[in-house]
T-cell receptor, first 115, second 113 residues
Framework: AQSVTQLGSHVSVSEGALVLLRCNYSSSVPPYLFWYVQYPNQGLQLLLK??????LVKGINGFEAEFKKSETSFHLTKPSAHMSDAAEYFC?????????????FGKGTLLTVNP | KAGVTQTPRYLIKTRGQQVTLSCSPISGHRSVSWYQQTPGQGLQFLFEYFSETQRNKGNFPGRFSGRQFSNSRSEMNVSTLELGDSALYLC????????????FGSGTQLSVL
């Protein structure tokens, strides 16, 4: 069974500051890991995914995440926050080699960007 | 290319009624999955269909059902609605449900009064 824990339901940063959203996973098999973003009144959009090819994964909109097996973490970062980054972010896991349609999501982290 | 389309966008129902939600996947996508999103439980997997067959099901009661048509469009049905069924229902499609990216619709916001 897999699970995901997102530390911090709400993160607030200033525009231009580093964004760090934390995700820890639990999986009995090598996992695939994902970060999704949800803007108000919209569905989810994939930011990036880890499928064991490289531990540092670059995604869209300047986001990246690093897979650390020893820490069972997959934290999302962006060097400089922009106002348009304000949204809710979800970390998700699925078993490697398995489906990408049956994802287990974390509870989400709401990112607020202050001018 | 059109994205995933969910209709209706909003629904208001009363307890005991039933409801049907519709999802049209991206053209060429044969896998359609459904998720329920609530503030308390977050995003939870309901079920997935591929080529008109349900391949996997989440941990939801039998009141939640679905189907997929030959053109890959999918419907989700909830019978005997309860207050706790109030949620945003999201549909996602992908080519085969495995290696390809999931594309989500904007969801149907269901309110049960």
């Amino acid at each position: 069974a897999q699970s995901v824990t997102q530390l911090g339901s709400h993160v607030s940063v200033s525009e231009g500051a580093l964004v760090l959203l934390r995700c820890n996973y639990s999986s009995s098999v090598p996992p695939y890991l994902f970060w999704y973003v949800q803007y108000p009144n919209q569905g989810l959009q994939l930011l990036l995914k880890y499928t064991s090819a490289a531990t540092l994964v670059k995604g869209i909109n300047g986001f990246e995440a690093e897979f650390k097996k020893s820490e069972t973490s997959f934290h999302l970062t962006k060097p400089s926050a922009h106002m348009s980054d304000a949204a809710e972010y979800f970390c998700a896991v699925s078993p490697s080699g398995g489906s990408n349609y049956k994802l287990t999501f974390g509870k989400g982290t709401l990112l607020t960007v202050n001018p | 290319k059109a994205g995933v389309t969910q209709t209706p966008r909003y629904l208001i129902k009363t307890r005991g009624q039933q409801v049907t939600l519709s999802c049209s996947p991206i053209s060429g996508h044969r896998s359609v999955s459904w998720y329920q999103q609530t503030p308390g439980q977050g995003l939870q997997f309901l079920f997935e269909y591929f080529s008109e067959t349900q391949r996997n099901k989440g941990n939801f009661p039998g009141r939640f059902s679905g189907r997929q048509f030959s053109n890959s469009r999918s419907e989700m049905n909830v019978s005997t609605l309860e207050l706790g069924d109030s949620a945003l229902y999201l549909c996602a499609s992908s080519i085969d449900g495995y290696n390809e990216k999931l594309f989500f619709g904007s969801g149907t916001q269901l309110s049960v009064l």
